[in-house]
């Protein structure tokens, strides 16, 4: 009676101390004016329901391979494991699909002060994503492994003058930069309350540029297959309430090839670049994650997680293009800058069982230092809110996600006068077992 009455304290107190943290994440969302929310990551992490939160959660819902390995042995095996949150020893190991397909909409807006005029690019933009995964976890949850596909990195942004400018100058801006990655790996239980984690990355990338240039459309396009890297992780669970989760993936390099050429308007003055081939190299960033998981009922989930990506030490720099024989590209193409500050971002989540064939989800996620535009200093603390709907269907589960990206006008420094960005971003996913 005595541990029954703890416990129940003890849920009530971490409900007060969750009632607290949401106060405070809701009350630093709204000191801090919501403005853009994309950079070079994809504005929501999976699963998007939850605003990507998902470091220690252990439920089906998850996303392992992407969020935290050491996560595989805790997933739940059958249906009762699911609805009670108890982990008994099934009859047989389970396999496991779980996918998500998203698709954000996004639209670019920037006024420019140029020769005393006020031009305005503005350019909406279609960025597809997709996770998924397959797993097995042990029927004695002694272990578990997987494979999984994600994109870390995941940016597409064009911007087009509304007006044509004067002498046929060509001003578009179309950038596009993606890292396909796949993980396999696995997690082992080393005692009932911590497991640990490990799996090999891999992927492809690839970097599409068009970019004016006096009377030039310049074009790069070029990718690449490779960049193994790590992801180690580590599970820990106090109580049946109460979960952390850490993971930590390391840096990792793509050697892009590709080709640059250039379309010209009616006023060049010299040859334009039919195809020039050039190889480059593309660094995704060294990334450390970290998550609680409370259960403070047994239909509801709430979920954290703080994830930092270290930018400055891989894409804070220009990449330079260079020829196969390995001498100078810059014949009329100059160095590339992508500017990518370190992003912090914060998760937090829950999912809620309406029933055992209907739950629902909802979440916020913050993206702090999402740019670097032109060496200035773009400290946007992007906001994206989050929910979902999921039904059972039959032995699968089907879930429908959105995403929505708000925005405000802002202004910054020099000829970049106002700016805003806004978007709308929608998941369609679907879970089974066997």
């Not at 790996?185 to 640990?196: D, E, N, P, T, Y």
């Not at 992780?233 to 309430?241: D, E, N």
């Amino acid at each position: 009676m005595y541990l029954f009455l703890l416990e129940v304290c003890l849920k009530i107190k971490m409900l007060r101390t969750l009632l607290y943290t949401l106060g405070l994440v809701l009350m630093l969302i709204l000191l801090n004016t919501i403005t853009s929310a994309q950079g070079l990551n994809f504005p929501l992490g999976n699963p998007t329901g939850t605003g990507g939160a998902g470091n220690a959660r252990t439920d089906s819902d998850n996303f392992f391979m992407r969020n935290n390995l050491a996560g595989l042995t805790e997933i739940p095996l059958n249906d009762e494991e699911e609805n009670t949150g108890i982990k008994t020893k099934a009859d047989k190991g389970v396999w496991r699909f779980n996918g998500e397909l998203r698709a954000l909409v996004f639209k670019h807006t920037r006024q420019y002060t140029y020769d005393g005029n006020y031009p305005i690019f503005a350019n909406t933009s279609l960025t597809p994503n997709f996770a998924g995964e397959m797993t097995y976890t042990s029927a004695n949850h002694r272990f578990g492994f997987g494979i999984g596909t994600y994109q870390i990195i995941n940016h597409s942004s064009r911007l087009k003058l509304n007006e044509p400018y004067p002498n046929d100058v060509i001003n578009t801006y179309d950038t596009k930069i993606n890292s396909s990655d796949i993980s396999v790996g696995g997690a082992i239980r080393l005692h009932k309350k911590l497991s640990v984690g490990a799996a090999f990355i891999f992927g492809r990338a690839f970097i599409n540029f068009e970019e004016p240039n006096y009377g030039f459309l310049q074009k790069l396009n070029a990718d690449g297959f490779g960049a193994p890297g790590l992801s180690v992780s580590l599970h820990y669970r106090p109580t049946s309430f109460l979960s952390f989760g850490a993971n930590y993936k390391s840096k990792r390099k793509y050697a892009l090839s590709g080709d640059v050429k250039e379309s010209t308007g009616k006023f060049s003055f010299r040859p334009p670049i039919e195809k020039m081939k050039v190889e480059t190299e593309l660094e995704t960033p060294t990334i450390a994650e970290a998550g609680l998981e409370i259960k403070p009922f047994r239909k509801l989930l709430i979920a954290a997680d703080f994830r930092f990506y270290d930018y400055t030490d891989t894409l804070q720099y220009p990449f330079y293009l260079k020829k196969p024989d390995g001498s100078s590209a810059f014949v009329y193409f100059g160095p590339q800058y992508l500017f990518a500050l370190d992003v912090h971002s914060f998760h937090i989540g829950g999912k809620y069982s309406l029933s055992n064939k209907t739950s629902i989800q909802f979440g916020v996620s913050t993206n702090s230092n999402t740019t670097n535009f032109l060496r200035r200093d773009i400290r946007d603390l992007g906001v994206v809110f989050s929910g979902a709907l999921s039904r059972r269907v039959g032995n699968q589960w089907v879930t429908a996600g959105f995403g929505l990206l708000p925005g405000r006008t802002r202004t910054e420094y020099s000829f970049l006068d106002n700016s805003k960005d806004r978007g709308f971003l929608f998941s369609l996913g679907i879970r089974m077992k066997q």
